[in-house]
């Protein structure tokens, strides 16, 4: 059968792939279209095994919200390398798991995966393989975080492609809510209040904190408040409402939302990248090995 122009078109809208990779694909298949998909899909799921452990530490975090407010998501979709990461294909991909996390809420990666995006024929986890032999770089869908309003409102923040934050807030207003977003962002918390501090890191920060106090060599009892107090700080440190606010930081942000009789139920706050671990690049070493 003759490879025609029409038919490599075809082939290349319904499976994204580049014009020499589809006209190889309907050549080895003697120009049956069906067969060439599958093909394609084979060697797909090959090199994207290849491919998968690579370090993915590039992409982009992504927040949807429904129209109601009611709920949100926020994602991230990785990728190796910043290029990719701007490419047209591999947003559109992390546009869609955002769009289909929101639709379906599924309790975890590997639900998403298994989903298919309305209207799709395909599995989210099929479109990802079909997009790593296209694009040649490992991809993933890393975490999701699904978000319910429990009180007045939801507010989500985005800071360019690396940093999300979805605010489960109760009373207040929309700019507050947004400002108290901005500053998850900027200020990092760890949690919204000192209840909140995971007792292991409090024991190890009390550990550190009463060593440090203990080489001052002064007595027990003074190392005891020394303690206390920088305990203070620490907690001033790591919570959102003890934290300066970062647009006035004469005040606090538990003092900002007092002051407009709201309270933060809930916050998500993704990082891109953040707990992976990068391989760091000896491009001397790498030239000359090649040499």
């Known amino acids: 059968m003759e490879i025609t122009a029409a038919l490599v078109k075809e082939l290349r809208e319904r499976t994204g792939a580049g014009m020499m990779e589809c006209k190889k694909a309907l050549t080895e298949n003697a120009g049956d279209i069906e067969a060439a998909i599958e093909h394609m899909r084979k060697t797909g799921i090959a090199k994207a095994a290849k491919k998968a452990g690579r370090v993915a530490a590039e992409g982009v975090i992504l927040v949807a919200a429904a129209d109601d407010g009611s709920r949100a998501v926020i ?28 639709a379906g809420q599924p309790a975890s990666v590997e639900a998403l995966l298994a989903a298919k995006p309305a209207g799709g024929t395909e599995t989210l986890e099929a479109v990802r393989t079909l997009l790593v032999a296209k694009l040649g770089e490992n991809i993933g869908v890393r975490r999701l975080e699904r978000v319910g309003r429990s009180a007045d409102r939801l507010a989500s923040y985005q800071h360019g492609s690396r940093i999300g934050v979805v605010v489960d807030i109760e009373g207040g207003n929309d700019s507050l809510a947004r400002d108290v977003a901005m500053h998850i962002a900027a200020s990092r918390p760890v949690c919204v209040s000192e209840a909140d501090v995971p007792p292991e890191l409090v024991a190890k920060e009390s550990e550190i904190l009463t060593a440090q106090a203990a080489e001052s060599g002064k007595p027990a009892d003074i190392v005891e408040k020394m303690v206390a107090g ?32 709201a309270r933060v139920l809930r916050f998500v706050r993704y990082e891109l990248g953040e707990g992976v671990q990068k391989a760091s690049a000896d491009f001397a070493g790498e030239v000359m090995a090649q040499v």
């Not at 959102?240 to 005040?251: A, C, E, I, S, W």
């Open 230 to 261: 920088r305990l203070k700080k620490f907690y001033e440190e790591i919570t959102l409402l003890g934290q300066p606010f970062v647009k006035d930081p004469d005040t606090t942000v538990g003092k900002l939302l007092h002051s407009h009789g």
């Open 75 to 102: 994602v991230e979709v990785n990728c190796e390398t910043d290029f990719v990461a701007k490419d047209d294909n591999f947003r559109a991909f992390a546009a869609t798991v955002a769009q289909t996390a929101l």
